[in-house]
C-alpha cells in the first residue's frame, strides 16, 4: 500500500535548483574526489573512519523522498547507513596506467545514476598503488556535497583515522545540514532578506542572455554531460602570479578571473559579461567546516573597457566579488534570474595545497571534479603544490573539442601576457599564442607567385595579338573583330589620342554604350599611355560632370548619341563613330610608350561618404597581379568564350574582359537590354557557346527567377559583389551540375578581386565563405586595435600585397585614413609583400580551414545588387532638399533577400508644403545614379533617439507597403491590359493591391524586379519590353499604353505576314491582280 505521508526535513535553495535541474533538464550533477594517502596505511581502519564519517554527518545518510503529488522531495534521514567501500589492487600497473585507471574510473562513475529515494548517494573506493600509497575515490551527488566538502573530508578522514587507530573517542559536534538547510530558507522568507534581495535584483546581468562563443554548434539534444581539457601552467607563471598578487594585494583567483573575461570579451566581441563564480556559501565561523552542498554560482557582472589597465580591472573584479560574497546567502535563480535558467559561463578556483598528516601518513585532495549547476563553459583553475592546473570544462553537446583545446591555449598566453604586463590596456593584451600567430599571419599569407614583370596591361593584349590574330576577340550582337582588327582599330584612336596629348598619367574619360567601341576605347586609351575613366550612360548628368571635375578630365571619347545628353564636356571630344574617318587616318601599328608597370590603368569612382564620389586610382601592376591571381585560382585555360554583362564604370567585369583579351579568349559584350532580360539572354547564349560570366547574385537571382536556364556558362561561373545565399548555389548547381561555380570578393581599392572559393557543398556558414587570398595578397583579420583576432572570431578585414591601388584621386587625407602602414611589415623575421593595409570596414572571420568568411559591415556602407552605396552620400544629398531637416537613411531586408534603401525623414517646420516621395525620388535622381535612389520614404514627426541621444535604429519603423499618398489617390485597372500588369506588380512587388497611377519604384521596385515583370508580361501578354521602359512609364497605365501599342504593332506585322504568304503561292498574273483590286484584308 502505498504511503500517504512521509517524514522529512525541507531542501536547502541549493538542493532545490539541483534537484529541479536534474529532474527537469536531463542534467547529472554529481562531485567526486580522489584523496591521496601516503604511508603504511590499515585499510580496516580507514574503513572505520569512512564509517565514522557517515555516522557523524547526516547528509551522508540522507535520502530524497516524496509523495507522487509532489514536485520537491523531502530530506529523509537514516538512523544508520552501512557505507559500501570497493577495494581496487593497482600495485602491479605503472604509474602512468595507474593515473589512466583513476581517470576512467571517474568517467565510469559518472555514467552511475543515483537511487536517490532509497540508498544516500555516496560511494567510495580505495585503490592500492604501492605499499604506502593509496587513493581514496569518492562519488557523491551534487545534493549532498560541494567541492569544500571534499576538502573538509580529507580533514576529517585524516582525523578519524588517527582517532580510530589509537582508540580515542571522537568528541566533535558536526553541525548537521539539515539544519543549515532550514536556516537557509527561513533567511529567504524573512522580511530582512529584503534587502539582499534587492542587491541581486539591482545587478545588472542582463549579459547573462547574450553569450555565445563563435564556435557553438546548434543542437535538439538535451542532455548535459560536460567535458574538459586539462592544461598545466609552468612554475615561472605560477611565481610571478603570486607576486602580482602580493604586489596588488589580490588573491590569485581575481588574477585568473581577469583573464577569464578578457579572453571571453576578446573572443565574442562583447564589453558586457556575466560569469557565474563560485560562492562557497560559508562566510560564517559556524560554517567553515560544515559539509554539504552550500556553494551555489554567483553572478558577477562586467563591463571591460578596451582603455582600462589589467591592474585596475583586478581591483574592479576583486569589488565586485566581495560584493557578491557578502549578499551570497540572498541569492536564488529562481528569484533575481526569471530571463536564465543558468549562467552559460562560470568560473571556480580552489586551492588544494592542504595537506593533513596524522599517524605517519599524509592526507590531501589530489583531484576532483564538481559539477553543481548548468553551465556552457567553465574555467575551473587548481592550485595544487607548487603547480597550477586549469580545467576547461565544456558542454559537449555544444563546443568541439579541438576548439577548446584552442580556448585553453588561449587562455595562457593572454595569463602570461597580463602578468608581465599589468600595467597595459586590456585591448593590447594578447590572447594568440606564437603558433597561432605563425598561422594567422604568415601560413595563411603564404601567397608569393611571380609573374612576367615590367608587363603593363596593353602589352599583354599585344602579345595575345602576335599569338592568335585570326582569332575572334570581341563580339557585340551581330559584330565582330579579330585580335588583328581589334589592335588595329585600338592603335588609330591611341595614334590620335597622342596627338591631343595623352601620355602617362593623363586621365581620359570613357563615355560609351556597351559595344565595340568600349573595347576599343579603352584598349586605345591604354596604347596611347594614358588611363580611362568609364562613365555609366545611365548616370545623372549632375553626378558624371562632377566625376569629369574631380578628376581633371581634358580628353573624353564618346559616341555621338551620348554627347548630346552631356551638357558640360571637356575641351577634347573624340566621337568614335562620327570621327571614325578622322581616327582612321592614323597608323593601326602598336605604339611605343614608355608607360610603367606603376603608372595608372584607370580610375573608378565608388560612392563616397562626404556626399560625392571618390575615385579610386589604379596602376598597371594591379591589374597585372591581379590577372595572374585569379588565373591561377579559377583556371581560364579552358574558356573560350566570356561574357561581359555587368556595367563598365564598376571593376566587376574586368575579371571576364581582361583575362578574355589577354588569353586568346572570345569577349562578347552584352547590352544592357539584353543583360536584363532572361529570355533575350538565354537566346544569346543558347547561340553563342559561354564558357565564363561574371555576375551578381541578386542579378543572376532575378534572371532566374524569370524562368531562363539557359543563361548558365558551359564552364565557369564567377559570383561577386555582395554576398551570396547557399539557395542560389544549389538552384545552379541542379540546373548547370558540370559548371564550377566560385565566390569572388574584393574592393575596388584592391583592384577586382582578392578572395576566391571554389563552391562544391554546403557549409555550415550563413552564406557562401569568400575564399582564400589570390597571389601576393595578405589578409589581415583585426579588431578595433589592429590586434588580430583568432580563428572563428569576427574581425575588420584588411588587405595588403600587390593589388592595393594606388590610392584615392586627389583625396591624400582620405588616402591615409584607409590605406594605413602595415604594423605586421616584418611579422616573424620575414617582410611583408606590402607596406600598406587597406582598411575595407567589411566584417569577416577566418574559419577552420582557412577560408573567409562575410558576416556584414562596421559602418553604414551597404552592398545592393553589387553596387557599394555610402548611406551617408544618399543622407547628404537628401538634406539638400530646402524642406528637409533631418534625414536618416539606412538599408532593411523585411523581405528576405530583398534589400531595400529606406529614408526617414523629418520636414522644416516652417515648410508650408511638404513634398510627396515621387518628389523626393525625382529629386535624387537629379544627383544620383538608379541604384543609390531610395525604394521608399517614411515621414516623421521626429527622430526616435536612444538615452545617450543617439539616433534609436531598432525604433525605426519599417515603410509601408504602399505609401499614403498612394493609398489616398488609388484607382482601380479599367481595362484588361492594366489589370494584367497590376496584378503582376502586386505579385512580384508583395502588395496587396496596385493603382494603375501608382508609380513603379515608389512601391519598392528596382531595376531586378523590373526583370521578373518583364518576364511575366512576355509569358501572359507576349510583349517584348526593354527594361528602359520602366523608367519612362513607371506607372501601370502609362505602361499599359506601351503594351497596347506593342500589341497593336505586333498584330500589323502578323496580318501583313499572312497576306504576303498568300500572295507568295499566287502566280505573279494572280498576285498583280489581286493587288489591282485591292483585296489585300
Known amino acids: 500500500m502505498q504511503a500517504t505521508q512521509i517524514e522529512g526535513f525541507r531542501l536547502s535553495p541549493q538542493q532545490k535548483r539541483i534537484w529541479l535541474l536534474e529532474k527537469g533538464q536531463n542534467v547529472s550533477l554529481r562531485v567526486q574526489g580522489a584523496v591521496s594517502i601516503v604511508g603504511k596505511l590499515n585499510i580496516d581502519v580507514l574503513k572505520t573512519a569512512l564509517q565514522n564519517l557517515v555516522n557523524r554527518h547526516e547528509i551522508f545518510r540522507t535520502t530524497f523522498c516524496r509523495l507522487p503529488e509532489m514536485e520537491i522531495p523531502v530530506q529523509a534521514i537514516a538512523d544508520n547507513y552501512e557505507i559500501g567501500i570497493t577495494e581496487l589492487n593497482l600495485q602491479d600497473l605503472s604509474e602512468q596506467e595507474q593515473e589512466s585507471q583513476i581517470i576512467e574510473l571517474f568517467e565510469r562513475l559518472k555514467e552511475i545514476s543515483f537511487n536517490l529515494a532509497n540508498q544516500p548517494p555516496i560511494q567510495a573506493y580505495i585503490l592500492c598503488l604501492g605499499s604506502d600509497k593509496y587513493t581514496l575515490i569518492l562519488n557523491l551527488s551534487a545534493l549532498i556535497a560541494d567541492v569544500y566538502t571534499l576538502k573538509h573530508l580529507a580533514d576529517k578522514i585524516s582525523i578519524y583515522y588517527s582517532a580510530c587507530l589509537q582508540g580515542h573517542k571522537l568528541d566533535d559536534d558536526p553541525l548537521q545540514y539539515a539544519d543549515i538547510a532550514e536556516w537557509q530558507n527561513q533567511i529567504l522568507e524573512s522580511a530582512e532578506s529584503e534587502l539582499g534581495k534587492e542587491y541581486w535584483r539591482k545587478q545588472d546581468i542582463a549579459a547573462i542572455n547574450d ?3 563563435w564556435f557553438e554548434e546548434q543542437t535538439t539534444k538535451d542532455s548535459f554531460q560536460p567535458q574538459y581539457v586539462y592544461s598545466i601552467i609552468d612554475s615561472n607563471t605560477v611565481e610571478k602570479l603570486e607576486l602580482l598578487s602580493s604586489k596588488y594585494q589580490v588573491n590569485s583567483a581575481n588574477i585568473l578571473l581577469s583573464c577569464w573575461l578578457i579572453l571571453l570579451s576578446k573572443i565574442t566581441r562583447q564589453s558586457d559579461l556575466c560569469v557565474g563564480v563560485v560562492g562557497n556559501g560559508r562566510k560564517y565561523a559556524e560554517l567553515d567546516q560544515a559539509v554539504g552542498i552550500l556553494s551555489k ?21 576583486h569589488n565586485s566579488v566581495n560584493n557578491a560574497w557578502e549578499w551570497q546567502e540572498y541569492f536564488t535563480w529562481e528569484e533575481t534570474v526569471k530571463s536564465a535558467d543558468f549562467c552559460p559561463v562560470a568560473f571556480e578556483f580552489t586551492d588544494l595545497r592542504e595537506n593533513y598528516s596524522v599517524a605517519g601518513l599524509s592526507f590531501s585532495l589530489s583531484k576532483y571534479y564538481s559539477c553543481i549547476d548548468k553551465f556552457k563553459i567553465k574555467l575551473t583553475c587548481l592550485h595544487q603544490d607548487n603547480a597550477l592546473i586549469t580545467e576547461l570544462h565544456f558542454d559537449d553537446q ?3 573539442l579541438e576548439d577548446i583545446e584552442t580556448l585553453a591555449e588561449q587562455f595562457q598566453t593572454v595569463l602570461a601576457d597580463a602578468i608581465a604586463n599589468p600595467e597595459t590596456a586590456i585591448s593590447q593584451l594578447n590572447i594568440l599564442s606564437d603558433r597561432q600567430l605563425q598561422q594567422l599571419l604568415v601560413e595563411f599569407n603564404q601567397t608569393s607567385i611571380s609573374h612576367p614583370p615590367d608587363r603593363c596591361i596593353h602589352q599583354l593584349f599585344e602579345e595575345q595579338v602576335n599569338r592568335t590574330p585570326d582569332a575572334i576577340a570581341l563580339v557585340f550582337e551581330q559584330q565582330q573583330l579579330t585580335y588583328a582588327q581589334l589592335n588595329a582599330r585600338a592603335n588609330q584612336l591611341a595614334h590620335y589620342l597622342r596627338s591631343l596629348g595623352v601620355g602617362r598619367e593623363v586621365l581620359v574619360g570613357l563615355y560609351t554604350e556597351r559595344s565595340l ?12 599611355g594614358g588611363a580611362y575613366i568609364p562613365l555609366d550612360p545611365n548616370y545623372p548628368h549632375q553626378r558624371l560632370a562632377q566625376m569629369l571635375a574631380d578628376a581633371q578630365v581634358r580628353v573624353l571619347v564618346t559616341q555621338q548619341q551620348l554627347l548630346k545628353e552631356l551638357p558640360q564636356h571637356p575641351p ?8 571614325f574617318e578622322t581616327i582612321a587616318q592614323q597608323s593601326h601599328e602598336n605604339l611605343q610608350t614608355e608607360v610603367k608597370p606603376e603608372n595608372l590603368i584607370y580610375v573608378l569612382f565608388t560612392s563616397g561618404s562626404t556626399g560625392k564620389p571618390k575615385g579610386v586610382a589604379v596602376e598597371h601592376r594591379q591589374l597585372c597581379n591581379y590577372l595572374n591571381g585569379i588565373g591561377a585560382k579559377i583556371d581560364f585555360s579552358t574558356c573560350r568564350s566570356f561574357a561581359h554583362v555587368a556595367t563598365f564604370a564598376a571593376d566587376l567585369g574586368n575579371t571576364t574582359i581582361f583575362p578574355a583579351l589577354c588569353n586568346g579568349g572570345c569577349l562578347h559584350i552584352i547590352s544592357q537590354e539584353r543583360a536584363t532580360n532572361s529570355e533575350a539572354l538565354g537566346e544569346y547564349f543558347e547561340r553563342h557557346t559561354i564558357d565564363c560570366l561574371k555576375i551578381v547574385p541578386a542579378h543572376l537571382a532575378a534572371l532566374l527567377t524569370s524562368g531562363s536556364q539557359k543563361i548558365l556558362p558551359q564552364q565557369r561561373l564567377i559570383l561577386g559583389g555582395e554576398a551570396c545565399s547557399w539557395q542560389l548555389i544549389e538552384q545552379i548547381q541542379q540546373l548547370a551540375p558540370n559548371c564550377q561555380i566560385f565566390n569572388h570578393y574584393g574592393p575596388t581599392e584592391t583592384t577586382v578581386g582578392v578572395l576566391t572559393y571554389p563552391i562544391q557543398n554546403r557549409t555550415d556558414c550563413a552564406t557562401v565563405p569568400m575564399g582564400k587570398a589570390i597571389a601576393n595578397t595578405q589578409i589581415y583579420l583585426l579588431d578595433s586595435h589592429l590586434q588580430p583576432v583568432p580563428i572563428g572570431v569576427p574581425g575588420e578585414l584588411y588587405i595588403g600585397g600587390d593589388s592595393l591601388a594606388r590610392g584615392y584621386l586627389n583625396l591624400p587625407e582620405l588616402t ?8 605586421f611589415n616584418r611579422e616573424h623575421g620575414k617582410a611583408s609583400s606590402s607596406h600598406r593595409l587597406y582598411k575595407t570596414g567589411d566584417l569577416a572571420r577566418y574559419l577552420r580551414d582557412g577560408n573567409i568568411e562575410f558576416l556584414g559591415r562596421i559602418d553604414e556602407q551597404v552592398k545592393i545588387r553589387g553596387f557599394r552605396i555610402e548611406l551617408e552620400e544618399i543622407r547628404l544629398a537628401l538634406q539638400q532638399h530646402p524642406t528637409v531637416q533631418q534625414a536618416i537613411v539606412c538599408s532593411r531586408e523585411d523581405v528576405p533577400g530583398d534589400k531595400r534603401l529606406v529614408a526617414y525623414i523629418v520636414f522644416e517646420p516652417s515648410a508650408i508644403l511638404h513634398p510627396q516621395s515621387s518628389d523626393l525620388r525625382a529629386f535624387l535622381k537629379e544627383k544620383l545614379p538608379e541604384y543609390m535612389v531610395l525604394s521608399a520614404f517614411v515621414m516623421l514627426k521626429t527622430l526616435p533617439l536612444t538615452a545617450n541621444g543617439k539616433i534609436d535604429r531598432e525604433k525605426l519603423p519599417a515603410p509601408e507597403q504602399v505609401p499614403p499618398e498612394l493609398a489616398a489617390t488609388f484607382v482601380a485597372p479599367r481595362n484588361q491590359t492594366e489589370e494584367a500588369i497590376a496584378q503582376i506588380w502586386a505579385e512580384v512587388l508583395a502588395v496587396k493591391q496596385v493603382g494603375i497611377y501608382d ?5 519598392g521596385g528596382h531595376s531586378l524586379i523590373a526583370t521578373q515583370v518583364i518576364s511575366r508580361l512576355r509569358q501572359s501578354l507576349h510583349v517584348e519590353l526593354p527594361l528602359r521602359q520602366f523608367f519612362d512609364s513607371p506607372t501601370v497605365a502609362d505602361l499599359a499604353v506601351i503594351v497596347a501599342q506593342n500589341l497593336a504593332e505586333q498584330t500589323d506585322e502578323a496580318t501583313l505576314a499572312e497576306a504576303l504568304a498568300e500572295l507568295d503561292e499566287l502566280s505573279e498574273e494572280e498576285s498583280q491582280a489581286v493587288l489591282a483590286q485591292g483585296e489585300i484584308e
Open 572 to 579: 577634347e571630344v573624340i566621337c568614335l563613330d562620327t570621327d
Open 398 to 400: 555544444l563546443y568541439r
Open 816 to 823: 591615409v585614413e584607409k590605406f594605413i602602414a602595415n604594423p
Open 297 to 317: 554560482y554567483l553572478p558577477i557582472a562586467c563591463h571591460l573597457q578596451p582603455e582600462t589597465k589589467f591592474s585596475e580591472l583586478l581591483q574592479q573584479l
Open 211 to 213: 553569450f555565445n562563443l
Open 517 to 528: 567601341e568600349m573595347i576599343i576605347g579603352l584598349l586605345g586609351i591604354l596604347k596611347a
Open 999 to 1003: 508609380n513603379f519604384f515608389e512601391l
